[in-house]
């Protein structure tokens, strides 16, 4: 974590300086759904109010938008931690205006704290989470380790069951069945094609080099970004035999829980990364409605969001990011400051 504490207020064109501003990048260092990264911050005094950018949304792979609030969550996440283990306790309010549904966060600059151990390590994960999409080890996660990544989804609200032997297979099935499905599907190619484009001014969507290899006996169903890329066919390699497998739930399915499940997956990435682990967001089968349905828990309903792969592996390439200018939308705003309910640390 950049060591910057002073500069908690937006200048008067709403563009932040100082701890505010480190703390914005570090929402924009979420992953997000083909890493569309669909927000905008509107920055006035002490307060960064998140909108949802509807334009970056997946029409063929996310027409409700549920995946773009888990993304929206992610970035929430990032920023209450990044403010917290800079001293300041960030003030949340979760759609904070019914007659603005697309302000989804409202997160105000609290007053000073001690920062809390925990805070320090997520925050200062940010920069090294990425999205590994390479065969991991066969070494065992330990069970320890496994704890804290349910403590992590527990601790904002949401499930995270950690498969055994029988289960994760029966998931990864349905994992399969999904990919498999979609890669005959033309306006999934279209849009796939969309977000897979590189280029130098090309700051979003999955870079080739971060594609990952195949594997060719499909153990591990990871999405195939490159089905539209002949040039950048993924090459064989073995993955692991038994993958660690979990499934992220929420509570409910609706846009304040998909924005809690993202804060939710938020912190079980960075725990997993504090704990040295690799991770995948395997979310193939939530698109697909009758086999979201079987992965949905039959003893109280809780709703699948993402499917996840822990492990040891080698390092992985970080994708690209837009600028702060790109994000933040200038505005003088009119500087309220609103009650919120203190993040649980
Ligand atoms: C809601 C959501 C769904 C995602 N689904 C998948 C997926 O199905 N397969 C995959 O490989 N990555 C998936 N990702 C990871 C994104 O592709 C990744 O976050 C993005 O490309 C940015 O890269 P980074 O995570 O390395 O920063 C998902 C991320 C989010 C937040």
């Known amino acids: 974590m950049k060591a910057i504490t002073g500069g908690w207020t937006a200048g008067p064109d709403g563009v932040p300086d100082g701890a505010l501003r480190a703390c914005l990048e570090d929402a924009v260092a979420a992953p997000s759904v083909h890493n569309t990264q669909p927000w905008r911050f509107r920055v006035y005094g002490g307060t960064v109010e998140i909108l949802a950018d509807r334009s970056r949304r997946l029409d063929v792979l996310d027409p409700q938008g549920r995946e ?3 993304s929206l969550g992610a970035a929430v996440f990032n920023l209450r931690a990044s403010m917290l283990a800079r001293g300041r306790v960030p003030v949340l309010r979760l759609l904070p205006e019914p007659a603005e549904p697309d302000l989804v966060a409202r997160v105000t600059v609290g007053p000073p704290t001690r920062p809390p ?3 320090i390590m997520l925050a200062d994960a940010i920069p090294r989470r990425h999205t590994n999409r390479q065969p991991f080890t066969e070494i065992p996660v330990p069970a320890e380790a496994l704890a804290d990544l349910t403590a992590a989804a527990d601790a904002e609200r949401a499930r995270l069951v950690v498969t055994d032997a029988v289960a994760r297979d029966a998931v990864l099935d349905v994992v399969r069945i999904a990919e498999q499905r979609r890669r005959h599907d033309p306006a999934y190619w279209r849009e796939l094609s969309e977000w897979t484009r590189s280029g130098p001014e090309r700051h979003d969507g999955v870079p080739p080099e971060a594609f990952g290899p195949w594997d060719a006996l499909e153990t591990v169903p990871i999405r195939d970004f490159s089905v539209v890329r002949p040039a950048r066919r993924r090459k064989p390699a073995p993955f692991e035999r038994a993958p660690t497998i979990a ?10 829980e998909w924005l809690r499940g993202g804060q939710a997956l938020e912190r079980v990435l960075l725990t997993a990364t504090v704990r040295g682990l690799a ?3 395997m979310t193939q089968p939530v698109e697909v409605p009758h086999l979201r349905a079987l992965l949905r828990d039959a003893a109280d309903g809780y709703a699948a969001q993402a499917v996840l ?4 592996g080698p390092f992985s390439a970080a994708s690209g990011r837009r600028g702060l200018d790109e994000v933040v939308v200038a505005t003088a705003g009119n500087g309220e400051v609103t009650e919120g309910s203190k993040v649980p640390e």
């Open 309 to 312: 792969r822990f492990g040891y």
């Open 117 to 119: 151990a925990t805070a």
């Open 247 to 256: 499934v992220l739930y929420t509570r409910d399915d609706t846009p304040a």
């Open 68 to 70: 773009l609030f888990v």
């Open 279 to 281: 991770s995948t967001i």
